[in-house]
Protein backbone atom coordinates (compact mmCIF):
# COMPACT_ATOMS: atom_id res chain seq x y z
CA UNK A 1 0.00 0.00 0.00
CA UNK A 2 1.08 3.79 -1.07
CA UNK A 3 2.06 5.60 2.12
CA UNK A 4 -0.23 8.53 3.00
CA UNK A 5 2.79 11.40 2.23
CA UNK A 6 3.63 9.87 -1.06
CA UNK A 7 -0.15 9.76 -2.32
CA UNK A 8 -1.04 12.82 -1.20
CA UNK A 9 2.45 14.15 -3.14
CA UNK A 10 1.09 12.32 -6.28
CA UNK A 11 -1.78 14.40 -6.07
CA UNK A 12 0.04 17.24 -5.54
CA UNK A 13 2.12 17.07 -8.26
CA UNK A 14 -0.62 15.42 -10.75
CA UNK A 15 -3.12 18.91 -10.20
CA UNK A 16 0.33 20.87 -10.36
CA UNK A 17 1.15 19.31 -14.14
CA UNK A 18 -2.15 19.80 -15.01
CA UNK A 19 -1.63 23.70 -14.06
CA UNK A 20 1.06 23.76 -16.16
CA UNK A 21 -0.69 21.89 -19.25
CA UNK A 22 -3.39 24.65 -19.20
CA UNK A 23 -0.95 27.46 -18.47
CA UNK A 24 0.63 26.02 -21.79
CA UNK A 25 -2.13 25.79 -23.95
CA UNK A 26 -3.01 29.44 -23.25
CA UNK A 27 0.89 30.80 -23.33
CA UNK A 28 1.16 28.63 -26.85
CA UNK A 29 -2.15 29.32 -28.22
CA UNK A 30 -2.59 33.03 -27.45
CA UNK A 31 0.59 34.51 -26.93
CA UNK A 32 3.38 32.01 -29.13
CA UNK A 33 1.13 30.48 -31.32
CA UNK A 34 4.02 29.47 -33.59
CA UNK A 35 6.64 28.07 -30.78
CA UNK A 36 4.73 25.28 -29.22
CA UNK A 37 7.18 22.38 -29.19
CA UNK A 38 6.04 18.83 -29.64
CA UNK A 39 8.43 17.50 -27.07
CA UNK A 40 6.96 19.88 -24.23
CA UNK A 41 4.39 16.89 -22.86
CA UNK A 42 6.93 14.31 -23.04
CA UNK A 43 9.14 16.86 -21.03
CA UNK A 44 5.73 17.35 -18.34
CA UNK A 45 5.67 13.46 -18.25
CA UNK A 46 9.29 12.53 -17.73
CA UNK A 47 9.48 15.59 -15.07
CA UNK A 48 6.38 14.73 -13.27
CA UNK A 49 7.51 10.53 -12.90
CA UNK A 50 11.11 11.75 -11.94
CA UNK A 51 9.43 14.15 -9.52
CA UNK A 52 7.53 11.63 -7.72
CA UNK A 53 9.74 8.37 -7.71
CA UNK A 54 12.72 10.85 -5.87
CA UNK A 55 9.75 12.25 -3.23
CA UNK A 56 9.01 8.37 -2.91
CA UNK A 57 12.39 7.03 -2.67
CA UNK A 58 13.10 10.67 -0.18
CA UNK A 59 10.02 9.98 1.74
CA UNK A 60 11.34 6.27 2.52
CA UNK A 61 15.01 7.77 3.85
CA UNK A 62 13.21 10.25 5.69
CA UNK A 63 11.02 7.42 7.98
CA UNK A 64 13.81 5.33 8.51
CA UNK A 65 16.75 8.03 9.92
CA UNK A 66 16.71 11.91 9.58
CA UNK A 67 20.35 11.58 9.43
CA UNK A 68 20.47 9.57 6.44
CA UNK A 69 17.75 11.43 4.65
CA UNK A 70 19.44 14.98 5.28
CA UNK A 71 22.65 13.30 3.28
CA UNK A 72 21.17 11.98 0.59
CA UNK A 73 18.56 14.36 0.00
CA UNK A 74 21.55 16.50 -1.54
CA UNK A 75 22.49 13.68 -3.22
CA UNK A 76 19.29 12.67 -4.88
CA UNK A 77 18.62 16.52 -5.89
CA UNK A 78 22.06 16.21 -7.53
CA UNK A 79 21.85 13.37 -9.31
CA UNK A 80 17.82 14.88 -10.59
CA UNK A 81 19.41 17.73 -11.98
CA UNK A 82 22.02 16.33 -13.96
CA UNK A 83 19.12 13.70 -15.27
CA UNK A 84 17.09 17.15 -16.39
CA UNK A 85 20.59 18.63 -17.84
CA UNK A 86 21.61 15.64 -19.99
CA UNK A 87 17.74 15.19 -21.33
CA UNK A 88 18.24 18.63 -21.75
CA UNK A 89 21.38 18.82 -23.78
CA UNK A 90 20.81 15.58 -25.53
CA UNK A 91 17.45 17.37 -26.89
CA UNK A 92 19.06 20.46 -27.76
CA UNK A 93 21.64 18.83 -29.94
CA UNK A 94 19.45 17.21 -31.57
CA UNK A 95 16.38 20.21 -31.96
CA UNK A 96 17.68 23.55 -31.97
CA UNK A 97 13.91 25.27 -33.05
CA UNK A 98 12.59 27.19 -30.92
CA UNK A 99 15.66 26.81 -28.16
CA UNK A 100 15.09 29.80 -25.89
CA UNK A 101 11.08 28.58 -25.42
CA UNK A 102 12.02 24.58 -24.72
CA UNK A 103 14.77 26.35 -21.90
CA UNK A 104 12.01 28.31 -20.57
CA UNK A 105 9.61 25.50 -20.00
CA UNK A 106 12.25 23.44 -18.62
CA UNK A 107 13.20 26.03 -15.96
CA UNK A 108 9.40 26.39 -15.19
CA UNK A 109 8.67 23.22 -14.56
CA UNK A 110 11.66 21.77 -12.79
CA UNK A 111 11.23 25.52 -10.95
CA UNK A 112 7.41 24.73 -10.43
CA UNK A 113 7.88 20.75 -9.04
CA UNK A 114 11.36 21.57 -6.86
CA UNK A 115 9.57 24.34 -4.58
CA UNK A 116 6.60 21.82 -4.58
CA UNK A 117 8.32 18.64 -3.14
CA UNK A 118 10.76 21.16 -0.89
CA UNK A 119 7.76 22.53 0.89
CA UNK A 120 6.57 18.62 1.28
CA UNK A 121 9.57 17.35 2.19
CA UNK A 122 9.60 20.13 4.54
CA UNK A 123 6.33 19.77 6.22
CA UNK A 124 6.84 16.03 6.69
CA UNK A 125 10.38 16.55 8.48
CA UNK A 126 8.90 19.42 10.60
CA UNK A 127 6.50 17.01 11.49
CA UNK A 128 8.80 13.87 12.50
Do not use: C
Amino acid sequence: MMDRNIKSFVVKILITAVGIVVLASIVFIFLLPGAYLPVLPWMLAFFTIVTIASHAWQVILAKRELGIFTRSSMIISMLRLMLYSIFAIVYLAINQTNAAVFVVALVFIYSAYTILEVSDLARMVKRK
